[in-house]
């Protein structure tokens, strides 16, 4: 619930809090973290029914992972705004609280009142407070399941805890977790579409610090598979190139995970929760010169561009007259530079050259060309 600071904020039930807090440096539009955040909840008696505090004095990048606990995973994961947890999650490994672990519910009783303070201050000293009030009102009923809604063949459920390492059969399907891969308790469940292409797993909107490792059995090839038009109803599957896809709104590629061939399913470490689909990546990467004709610049440096729509970008290699040449991949900009300083190839002769570029299930696009350089 977002609102402004003069509302009553009505809590339905047990409700957890996170607030968005940053620091903008006088003259700039840049955004910058907090130094101190500090939060309590005081019923209208004057008990305490949360506390909080966190300071960013030094963060510990060995378990940096541990700020998707920290942050409110919902907001983060989609728009990366700076909203902070006002509860330590139980196995939140995080050097920065002064408070002990919390699940981090609050309560109320219908009509029953409480106030919200959070105080926070920037590397400087500047300090800012915001007072909340609360009361209680009726709880909501619980919201049905999502299954119909997914078009789901079958689905189950079954509770994980963050301490323990467990396996799961669910169908011909088999989930594998170590212990520490989720935060706290989670109901972790499993929907399958018909096509047994697609697979919905819960809980989506949390943060996982391990993968959740899917031996992914071979669907029948009788039902039509969307988007795989190169394979018949009937034919036998290949079994390479596969990869389990997650896919914006929009249609881009959000993620892909290789999916590796078993005896006689796939097996793929899935990073996240949310629907997974199988896709086969048949096509080769993209190589294209900066200008339309050379990748030749006018400092003597080559230039190309370089893409994969699906799979991503695994190795680029190079050679000028057989002899293998140091390349610079820009992920970021899709581009990969041989720079002339490197001195690989001859000056006013005309030489063979050669960029491979492999995609990350082992798809090749050889670009081949005679260039001179000046």
Same mark, same amino acid.
């Given at each position: 619930?977002?609102?402004?600071?003069?509302?009553? %904020?009505?809590?339905?039930?047990?409700?957890?809090?996170?607030?968005?807090?940053?620091?903008?440096?006088? *003259?700039?539009?840049?955004?910058?973290?907090?130094? @101190?955040?500090?939060?309590? &909840?005081?019923?209208?008696?004057?008990? @305490?029914?949360? !506390?909080?505090?966190?300071?960013?004095?030094?963060?510990?990048?060995? &378990?940096?992972?541990?700020?998707?606990? #920290?942050?409110?995973?919902?907001?983060?994961?989609?728009?990366?705004?700076?909203? #902070?947890?006002?509860? +330590?999650?139980?196995?939140?490994?995080?050097?920065?609280?002064? !408070?002990?672990?919390?699940?981090?519910?609050?309560? %109320?009783?219908?009509?029953?009142?409480?106030?919200?303070?959070?105080?926070?201050?920037?590397?400087?000293?500047?300090?800012?407070?915001?007072?909340?009030?609360?009361?209680?009102?009726?709880?909501?009923?619980?919201?049905?399941?999502?299954?119909?809604? %997914? *078009?789901?063949?079958?689905?189950?459920?079954?509770?994980?805890?963050?301490?323990?390492?467990?396996?799961?059969? #669910? *169908?011909?399907?088999?989930?594998?977790?170590?212990?520490?891969?989720?935060?706290?308790?989670?109901?972790?469940?499993?929907? &399958?579409?018909?096509?047994?292409?697609? %697979?919905?797993?819960?809980?989506?909107?949390?943060?996982?610090?391990?993968?959740?490792?899917?031996?992914?059995?071979?669907?029948?090839?009788?039902?039509?598979?969307?988007? $795989?038009?190169?394979?018949?109803?009937?034919?036998?599957?290949?079994?390479?190139?596969?990869?389990?896809?997650?896919?914006?709104?929009?249609?881009?590629?959000?993620? $892909?995970?290789?999916?590796?061939?078993?005896?006689?399913?796939?097996?793929?470490?899935?990073?996240? *929760?949310?629907?997974?689909?199988?896709?086969?990546?048949?096509?080769?990467?993209?190589?294209?010169?900066? #200008?339309?004709?050379?990748?030749?610049?006018?400092?003597?440096?080559?230039?190309?561009?370089?893409?994969?729509?699906?799979?991503?970008?695994?190795?680029?290699?190079?050679?000028?007259?057989? +002899?293998?040449?140091? &390349?610079?991949?820009?992920?970021?900009?899709?581009?990969?530079?041989?720079?002339?300083?490197?001195?690989?190839?001859?000056?006013?002769?005309?030489?063979?050259?050669?960029?491979?570029?492999?995609?990350?299930?082992?798809?090749?696009? @050889?670009?081949?060309?005679?260039?001179?350089?000046?």
């Amino acid at each position: 619930v977002t609102l402004p600071v003069s509302d009553t %904020l009505v809590l339905q039930g047990k409700t957890r809090f996170a607030i968005e807090g940053y620091d903008l440096l006088d *003259g700039a539009s840049n955004i910058c973290g907090l130094r @101190t955040l500090a939060a309590q &909840v005081t019923s209208e008696s004057g008990e @305490t029914l949360l !506390t909080y505090r966190a300071s960013w004095d030094e963060l510990d990048f060995a &378990v940096n992972k541990d700020m998707n606990a #920290h942050a409110f995973y919902p907001v983060w994961s989609k728009e990366r705004d700076q909203v #902070h947890r006002l509860h +330590r999650l139980p196995t939140n490994r995080l050097g920065i609280y002064t !408070t002990p672990p919390s699940e981090g519910w609050v309560e %109320l009783d219908p009509g029953m009142r409480a106030e919200l303070r959070v105080a926070a201050t920037d590397a400087a000293g500047n300090a800012t407070s915001v007072h909340v009030s609360l009361v209680g009102g009726l709880s909501l009923s619980p919201e049905g399941g999502v299954c119909n809604d %997914l *078009g789901a063949q079958d689905h189950g459920e079954w509770k994980v805890e963050p301490g323990f390492a467990g396996t799961q059969s #669910h *169908g011909s399907f088999e989930f594998a977790w170590k212990a520490g891969t989720f935060f706290e308790s989670e109901i972790m469940g499993v929907f &399958v579409r018909e096509n047994g292409r697609t %697979l919905e797993m819960m809980p989506i909107d949390v943060p996982y610090r391990k993968s959740i490792q899917v031996q992914w059995p071979v669907p029948s090839s009788v039902n039509v598979w969307e988007g $795989a038009w190169s394979i018949l109803p009937g034919d036998t599957l290949p079994s390479d190139r596969w990869l389990a896809v997650q896919r914006k709104e929009s249609g881009e590629v959000a993620r $892909a995970v290789v999916a590796s061939w078993l005896d006689s399913a796939w097996e793929v470490d899935l990073p996240r *929760g949310g629907q997974w689909t199988l896709e086969r990546d048949t096509v080769a990467p993209r190589v294209l010169p900066y #200008h339309s004709g050379t990748p030749l610049m006018v400092s003597g440096d080559a230039v190309w561009y370089v893409e994969d729509a699906l799979s991503g970008i695994a190795d680029v290699q190079m050679t000028i007259q057989g +002899r293998w040449a140091r &390349v610079v991949w820009d992920p970021k900009r899709n581009m990969v530079t041989y720079a002339a300083a490197d001195a690989i190839h001859p000056r006013g002769l005309p030489c063979p050259v050669s960029l491979q570029v492999t995609d990350e299930v082992g798809n090749i696009h @050889t670009w081949r060309r005679t260039l001179t350089w000046p």
